[in-house]
């Protein structure tokens, strides 16, 4: 049984950076693509970025685009989200997902298979 753990979460300022880390356990990770999604209250989990495995080909939500970068350590079964000129509505929980994301749907959470517990994220103004 796969396990994502994630790391990294706290509360910021607006224009600081954060980076995020999840890490993989309990089996082998034999899947194609790792991403991010989060949830903030009240609204419904969104995608942030994903990262093929194998490639290492990057998907970004236009909203994080320019300023989120992901990337990942095969070694380590390690994906990270580098997170600068953070914003208040970047605000959320943060979740890890691993899986079979088919290149058109990334950003569908059906697409995944394991979930971490998620990380907070607090930007303030």
């Known amino acids: 049984q796969v396990q994502l753990v994630e790391s990294g979460g706290g509360l910021v300022q607006a224009g600081d950076s954060l980076r995020l880390s999840c890490a993989a356990s309990?089996?082998?990770?034999?899947?194609?693509?790792m991403g991010w999604f989060r949830q903030a209250p009240g609204k419904e989990r969104e995608f942030v970025a994903t990262?093929?495995?194998?490639?290492?080909?990057?998907y970004y939500a236009d909203s994080v685009k320019g300023r989120f970068t992901i990337s990942r350590d095969n070694a380590k079964k390690t994906v990270y989200l580098q997170m600068n000129s953070l914003k208040p509505e970047d605000t959320a929980v943060y979740y890890c997902?691993?899986?079979?994301?088919?290149?058109?749907?990334?950003?569908?959470?059906?697409?995944?298979?394991?979930w971490g517990q998620g990380t907070q994220v607090t930007v303030s103004s």
């Open positions: 990262i093929s495995w194998s490639s290492g080909n990057q």
């Open positions: 997902a691993a899986g079979f994301p088919r290149r058109t749907v990334v950003s569908n959470t059906g697409e995944y298979d394991y």
């Open positions: 309990g089996g082998t990770l034999s899947v194609s693509g």
